[in-house]
């Protein structure tokens, strides 16, 4: 096929594509919506009606929209998207839509269809529970961490996989939205006006600014292993029985905890929404997801660690305790920077009632700055969930 130049799709030149790619057989009767919620790309569905069965295209737009206004944002993320999906399939194909296709140049990534499933927010929201998905996203992130990492890969071939994922302007928008701007007066936020007492105190707070900034600068610089950037609870969906991880667009060679850290400020996010006798399941997760991580990175470690370094004693405890520390401190940023900052969730936003919300979303602010500053002391999951039983 030629090269091809980049244009928006539209349902019809999206069928008109499938069909072109040879997915669909010519003459097929198809129906095809854009179904993307988001800000930055577009999501087509084209099923064949005959059959049920679809497929999805993704697209990536040139700009992303932002109240109202648009900045540019490169296209190449639809590229690391793709590659960044394949390179997950080739250790855990079970928690990953299937790549059928990518273009780098039309910015699209065609993938399997998974709308019998549910966007795991969505889920949580209305109440579900997602038995499995604690243990799968556990596994997903301790293969996907170890096999990319110098413990786990080639040295040498592994500094090759940090340069196709060099994603600056993806990274810069984590580093400006979840690292930077909440912390201080900056125009990007976005809060109640009866917040602003609590969020002025924030602004104000040296201890805080010394500990976020060593966790923004582990993000600037540790290349540990692939991660996936916005492990947040949107970016998974899950069933009782299957879990799949979509949209790696902020994919990238960064610290081993960064992915852990979000998925746990988002289900500490979703049980704050949660009325007390029905948040256990949601905190369980916090403790098997760390529970299934460490187990998993234990054994891969024992069995396939590439480094010389690995037998020698201490240096996995090390190794994992750095991982959990970490992972501590990106959760509390996380868990502030959807209280106040720019994009928050619908967790928290969607309590209609005002004063629980405020009350909420407060409890979210004290939360996020207690994990950012008592992360050295936090020694295991349970005390993550003494520290939220101890907001109020
Ligand atoms: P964005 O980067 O814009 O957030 P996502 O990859 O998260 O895009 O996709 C946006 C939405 O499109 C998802 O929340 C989901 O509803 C739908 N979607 C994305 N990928 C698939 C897929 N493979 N199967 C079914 N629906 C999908
Ligand atoms: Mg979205
Ligand atoms: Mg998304
Ligand atoms: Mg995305």
Redesign the pocket.
Same mark, same amino acid.
């Given at each position: 096929m030629s090269k091809s130049i980049y244009e928006p799709l539209t349902e019809s030149s999206a069928v008109a594509l499938a069909v072109r790619l040879g997915i669909f057989p010519e003459g097929t009767p198809l129906t095809c919506r854009e179904i %993307? @919620? %988001?800000n930055l790309n577009l999501v087509f569905r084209i099923v064949d009606q005959r059959t049920g069965k679809g497929i999805v295209i993704k697209q990536a737009l040139p700009y992303a929209k932002v109240v109202g206004e648009s900045w540019p944002l490169t296209l190449k993320r639809a590229i690391i998207e793709s590659n960044a999906l394949r390179t997950f399939a080739s250790y855990v194909p079970q928690y990953v839509p299937t790549v059928y296709y990518s273009d780098e140049s039309l910015a699209i990534t065609v993938m399997e269809d998974l709308s019998h499933l549910q966007i795991a927010r969505k889920g949580l929201i209305e109440g579900k529970t997602f038995p499995l998905l604690s243990e799968h996203i556990g596994e997903f992130i301790a293969k996907t961490l170890f096999y990319t990492s110098d413990f786990g890969m080639n040295q040498q071939q592994k500094k090759q996989l940090v340069q196709q994922f060099v994603n600056p302007e993806l990274c810069k928008i984590t580093e400006d939205l979840v690292f930077t701007d909440p912390f201080f007066d900056h125009e990007t936020n976005n809060f109640e006006p009866e917040l602003r007492h609590d969020v002025e105190a924030l602004w104000n707070d040296e201890t805080l600014h010394l500990e976020t900034a060593k966790l923004k600068r582990k993000f600037l610089t540790e290349a540990d292993a692939l991660i996936h950037g916005d492990l947040h609870t %949107?970016s998974i969906f899950a069933s009782d029985t299957e879990t799949k991880i979509i @949209?790696p667009e902020f994919a990238f060679y960064g610290p081993f905890g960064f992915d852990i850290g979000q998925f746990f400020a988002n289900l500490l996010l979703n049980a704050l929404s949660r009325k007390e006798h029905e948040q256990a399941p949601i905190l369980y997760h916090i403790e098997k997801t760390w529970d299934v991580f460490s187990t998993v990175f234990s054994r891969l470690w024992e069995q396939h660690n590439v480094e010389p370094y690995a037998k020698t004693n201490g240096w996995l405890q090390d190794i994992l305790h750095t991982i959990f520390v970490d992972a501590v401190g990106f959760a509390g940023c996380e868990v502030i920077r959807r209280t106040i900052g720019l994009a928050h969730v619908a967790d928290l936003d969607g309590i209609s009632d005002k004063q629980r919300r405020l009350e909420a979303k407060r409890r979210a602010l004290q939360l996020g700055r207690a994990l950012i500053l008592h992360r050295y002391s936090l020694r295991s999951a349970q005390h993550i969930l003494a520290t939220f039983a101890q907001t109020s």
């Open positions: %993307g @919620d %988001g %949107g @949209d």
